[in-house]
C-alpha cells in the first residue's frame, strides 16, 4: 500500500507543521532552538523494506539502539516508536544538556540517567505531539500513555525484531538540527489497517478525490 505522490506530498506537509510544533515546545523546555524536520514520509508494508536502502537502516541496524514506544488506541490505533543509534541518542541528549559532543562513537557512547531523563522528554512531547495531531487531522478520540524507553542491543544473529508483529508502517525520517549539529533518527508508526483507511480517505478529501 503505497502512498501516490500527492497523498505523499499532503502527508509530509501536515507532518512537518506537527513536529513544527513540537519543535518549539522541545526548545522552551531545553531553553535552545531545536529545528525538527521531516523531510520524508513513507507508507509502507514491513514485507517491502529494503535492508539495503540506507533510509531504513535503523530498522536493521546492529548495535546499541535508543527506543521509545507510545502505545495510542480507540478509534485512531497503533504504536509509535522514535528510535536513534546509540550515539545520536547521546548527542542529541548532550545538545540539549548543554554539554560538548567530542570523539563520540558507538564504543565510547555511555547513556547516562540524566540523558535517558532527556531523551523520555524528547520522546514525550514528540511522539505525543504527532499522534495527537493525527487524531485531531482525522477528528478521533485517542488513549495513550506516557512513552517507554529502553536501550536495547541488536546482534547480527538477533536482527531487529520489534516490527515483527506490524503489518504496515508509516515510516518518517527525522533530522534535528540544534547548534550546527544535525542529529538522524526514525520515527515509525505501526497502523491498524482500519487507521490507515482512515487517514488515506481523509487525505483522499482533502485532495478532493
Known sequence: MMLNELQKDLLTELVNV?????????????????????PEVDLISIAEVDPEDRRYNILFAEGHLFRSSLQFGHQFQGKAFLMFPAEQAKVLANMCLGELTENLNANNCHLMDTDLDVLQEVSNVLLNAIIGEFGNFLEMKLEYVLPDIELIHVTRSDPQILLQNEVYILVLHT???????????????????????????????????
Open 18 to 38: 506537527y513536529v513544527g510544533q513540537a519543535a518549539n515546545m522541545l526548545s522552551e523546555i531545553v531553553d535552545k532552538h531545536i529545528v525538527l524536520s521531516i
Open 175 to 209: 533530522s534535528f538540527l540544534l547548534a550546527d549539529t544535525d542529529v538522524k533518527g526514525i520515527i515509525v508508526i505501526a497502523l491498524s489497517m482500519d487507521s490507515i483507511s482512515s487517514l488515506l480517505n481523509k487525505i483522499d478529501a482533502l485532495l478532493g478525490g
